[in-house]
């Protein structure tokens, strides 16, 4: 189960299958993946004519995940025409907005009254890699460092999430602010290697053993975290908010991990159980 098929993907780090680097997203606002394709368009100096551009609410992934569906789509499409003001104003601006696709990530925003399903989603990273490969490009700041382009597209990023992208991306954030909360302590770091903070906050060792040795892992995790903090003893330890938010996003993770780890045992071929008893040849 450790091969192609949970390869770094839409997953996050190594939980799918289509063509995203691996990492673990803190709360910035730019992401910045692995595979950089540089976009066969160039760059002009914008000349704005004294216009302002319009003020936009940045947010983190966090942030914005945790606003209701309508206004996430109403920050997309507000974020989408800024951008497309922003091109207005270019001379290649049109060339930008056919590379990014911004007529079809409108339609993809607003499909549906509901949340993205699987599919749709998967049709909106496909567009977003375009963002992926602009931003990562230093030759392309110009675009990147735009605010209608930096805010949609973590908008857009967290949109098209899969929950475990998110709950693998909260474990880590948590796991380094627990990470830091530990270091003002004599004992910080026999704690942080106790509870294995390092692999909270993501190693490329994970990335090396396959999808049911993970959650074999993080159960064990959550199982020492749990006897953590059912002992009195160590309320020290328990009571700050950093270990709690960890306790907590570790044990979200943990069920997504699961949920998915059962989806892919139902989409495996069944193997036949046991000899195939074939009748005796006609006489």
């Given at each position: 189960m450790g091969g192609?098929?949970?390869?770094?993907?839409?997953?996050?780090?190594?939980?799918?299958?289509?063509?995203?680097?691996?990492?673990?997203?803190g709360p910035t606002y730019v992401y910045v993946p692995t595979p950089?394709?540089?976009?066969?368009?160039?760059?002009?100096?914008?000349?704005?004519?004294?216009?302002?551009?319009p003020q936009q609410q940045q947010l983190?992934?966090?942030?914005?995940?945790?606003?209701?569906?309508?206004?996430?789509r109403d920050l997309l499409l507000q974020a989408l025409n800024a951008l497309e003001?922003?091109?207005?104003?270019?001379?290649?601006?049109?060339?930008?907005?056919?590379?990014?696709?911004?007529a079809t990530v409108a339609k993809l925003v607003t499909d549906g009254e509901e949340r993205p399903d699987t599919t749709l989603r998967a049709r909106l990273r496909s567009v977003v890699q375009h963002f992926d490969e602009v931003a990562a490009n230093a030759d392309y700041k110009a675009i990147s460092e735009l605010t209608s382009f930096r805010v949609l597209h973590v908008g857009l990023h967290e949109y098209a999430a899969e929950d475990i992208d998110r709950s693998r991306r909260q474990l880590s954030n948590a796991a380094s602010n627990l990470s830091?909360?530990?270091?003002?302590?004599?004992?910080?770091?026999?704690?942080r290697d106790y509870l294995q903070v390092a692999w909270l906050i993501g190693t490329?060792?994970?990335?090396?053993?396959?999808?049911?040795?993970?959650?074999?892992?993080?159960?064990?995790?959550?199982?020492?975290?749990?006897?953590?903090?059912?002992?009195?003893?160590?309320?020290?330890?328990?009571?700050?908010?950093e270990f709690q938010l960890a306790h907590a996003a570790l044990r979200r993770f943990v069920g997504d991990l699961q949920r998915l780890v059962d989806e892919?045992?139902?989409a495996e071929p069944q193997q036949p159980n046991g000899e195939l008893t074939l009748p005796a040849a006609p006489r």
């Amino acid at each position: 189960m450790g091969g192609s098929f949970l390869g770094p993907s839409s997953y996050g780090y190594g939980y799918g299958s289509d063509n995203y680097g691996p990492g673990y997203y803190g709360p910035t606002y730019v992401y910045v993946p692995t595979p950089v394709i540089t976009p066969n368009v160039s760059i002009d100096s914008y000349s704005t004519g004294g216009v302002a551009p319009p003020q936009q609410q940045q947010l983190t992934p966090d942030e914005f995940a945790a606003l209701p569906l309508e206004q996430q789509r109403d920050l997309l499409l507000q974020a989408l025409n800024a951008l497309e003001e922003d091109f207005a104003r270019s001379p290649n601006g049109e060339d930008w907005s056919r590379h990014l696709q911004l007529a079809t990530v409108a339609k993809l925003v607003t499909d549906g009254e509901e949340r993205p399903d699987t599919t749709l989603r998967a049709r909106l990273r496909s567009v977003v890699q375009h963002f992926d490969e602009v931003a990562a490009n230093a030759d392309y700041k110009a675009i990147s460092e735009l605010t209608s382009f930096r805010v949609l597209h973590v908008g857009l990023h967290e949109y098209a999430a899969e929950d475990i992208d998110r709950s693998r991306r909260q474990l880590s954030n948590a796991a380094s602010n627990l990470s830091k909360s530990l270091e003002a302590w004599s004992s910080g770091q026999r704690w942080r290697d106790y509870l294995q903070v390092a692999w909270l906050i993501g190693t490329d060792e994970e990335m090396q053993i396959d999808l049911e040795a993970r959650l074999v892992r993080f159960e064990k995790l959550l199982d020492k975290f749990d006897r953590v903090k059912s002992d009195d003893q160590f309320e020290v330890v328990t009571q700050p908010r950093e270990f709690q938010l960890a306790h907590a996003a570790l044990r979200r993770f943990v069920g997504d991990l699961q949920r998915l780890v059962d989806e892919v045992r139902k989409a495996e071929p069944q193997q036949p159980n046991g000899e195939l008893t074939l009748p005796a040849a006609p006489r």
